[in-house]
């Protein structure tokens, strides 16, 4: 190890920055985060320093630097691009034992500036040593994706709730224990959803009785149209965390991948006219898996309130008192038409956009067509390929051009992303003829003109 890696508590402590310009500012600003009562050495600062003196923020001295300036600092910065300022920086502050940090010259440097993950009171830091920064800064980026602002609330609540921990539990083997099922539990979960007072609650009531089984908790996550790079940073959070994992047909293999690796999966899969567990039977096995502690992800292809029968789960854990979250996943209408070049409105060609499922619940097609048969504007059929036939004769029954432009997606955002492109007259011959298989989207409007111009993501097709 290069260098012992320290938290500095500078809180009101003088800090003095010797140089004015936008790399002084960047380090300023890092400095007031911690509160740091700020020095600032520059006869010609920019005009963000110069802000934060107006604001009394910190103390700008315009003037060059001098040797006494040094003296009684916490820490000394230098952000110049003078060599030898620098140099008589780092050598004036070492010979009083001041850390000292120079910008870019790590044989200068007493300490370094790490890369930082701020989620205060948790605080991360990367460092390469100052031998590659913009490594550190890429890792930084990996970390910050994957944890959550709301870890803060976390640690400040668990401060909050320190002392009673270890009142209440003697050995550290037994608090370790315990804070190891509230922080991968549901109180750590009701935090990170915003609610810190119903977490507090929890909190209480397991110090209370550490004995009580915890009821599970049902997360309803939306996997996206199948690219694993589409999922939320919070949907990947609690597929990672889940017990069990409920999956359907159009959840694709790769975002399967990505759930926690000793998980249990149970495969709900549904085809027309073939399901492998009936809807009813799902939403009692969420019920059931919860009411055992687990913590449950129901993994729905898309978004699970768009046509995903996430409506029909919920409401049944609402009836049974079985906490859940919900979170939204990018909808096929949505991947689908971007990845393959078809902006779903555009003024030119469409100021509207309907999402509409090709059947209902008893299978049948009943739609409102006069409503759909209307020109500038965006059709987009869901789970609608056994009925292409139909939809066709409807729309042109009801007023719209035989030729109105239409693009079948196939797993789209997928490596097996195909586009077919016709025209409402065509679109029965083309599923006829050609091997197009579900999940397909159909979307019809001048939109799909646009296609053969913009697409970037199946130039192949």
Request: glycine residues 6%; hydrophobic residues 40%.
């Amino acid at each position: 190890m290069n260098y012992l890696p320290i938290f500095i508590d500078i809180k009101q402590k003088p800090c003095l920055v010797v140089g004015g310009g936008d790399i002084a500012y960047r380090k300023i600003t890092l400095l007031l985060k911690a509160n740091a009562q700020v020095v600032c050495v520059d006869r010609l600062a920019c005009k963000s320093v110069q802000t934060l003196a107006d604001e009394k923020k910190i103390t700008l001295i315009k003037r060059d630097f001098e040797s006494a300036d040094v003296n009684a600092q916490m820490l000394i910065i230098s952000a110049t691009d003078d060599a030898a300022l620098n140099a008589q920086v780092s050598r004036l502050a070492a010979s009083v034992n001041i850390p000292v940090n120079v910008v870019d010259s790590p044989d200068l440097c007493t300490f370094i500036m790490p890369s930082i993950v701020d989620r205060s009171p948790i605080v991360i830091a990367i460092s390469s040593a100052g031998k590659a920064p913009v490594l550190a800064r890429l890792i930084r980026a990996k970390l910050e994706s994957s944890i959550p602002n709301a870890y803060g609330k976390l640690a400040e609540l668990a401060g909050d709730f320190r002392d009673q921990v270890k009142a209440k539990f003697s050995k550290i083997e037994d608090r370790r224990y315990f804070w190891e099922r509230i922080f991968s539990g549901i109180v750590a979960e009701k935090v990170f959803s915003g609610k810190v007072d119903e977490a507090k609650a929890d909190m209480q009531k397991q110090l209370d009785d550490s004995n009580a089984t915890d009821i599970g908790e049902v997360y309803l996550v939306g996997g996206g149209p199948g690219d694993p790079d589409l999922l939320t940073f919070k949907a990947l959070r609690l597929m990672q965390q889940a017990d069990v994992i409920l999956y359907d047909r159009l959840v694709s293999e790769a975002v399967m991948e990505l759930v926690r690796r000793d998980a249990q999966l149970i495969y709900v899969g549904k085809e027309r006219d073939n399901h492998s567990v009936p809807q009813d039977g799902i939403n009692q096995l969420l019920v059931d898996l919860a009411k055992q502690g687990k913590r449950v992800c129901r993994l729905k292809g898309g978004d699970p309130f768009i046509f995903g029968r996430g409506g029909e789960e919920i409401e049944t854990l609402a009836e049974n008192g079985i906490p859940f979250q919900v979170v939204p996943g990018i909808t096929a209408a949505s991947g689908c038409s971007t990845y393959s070049g078809i902006p779903l409105t555009h003024r030119d060609y469409s100021q509207s956009c309907r999402f509409v499922t090709g059947h209902l619940k008893d299978g049948s097609m009943n739609l409102p067509w006069n409503e759909l048969a209307v020109e500038q504007q965006t059709i987009v059929f869901y789970m609608a390929l056994k009925g292409a036939q139909h939809l066709s004769n409807k729309l042109i029954e009801h007023g719209l051009r035989a030729d109105m432009p239409v693009a079948l997606v196939e797993k789209g955002t997928t490596p097996d992303h195909k586009v077919w492109t016709t025209t409402l007259a065509g679109l029965p011959d083309i599923v006829a003829t050609q091997p197009i298989k579900a999940p397909t989207l159909i979307i019809v409007g001048e939109v799909v003109k646009l296609r053969e111009k913009l697409n970037w993501f199946d130039a192949s097709n």
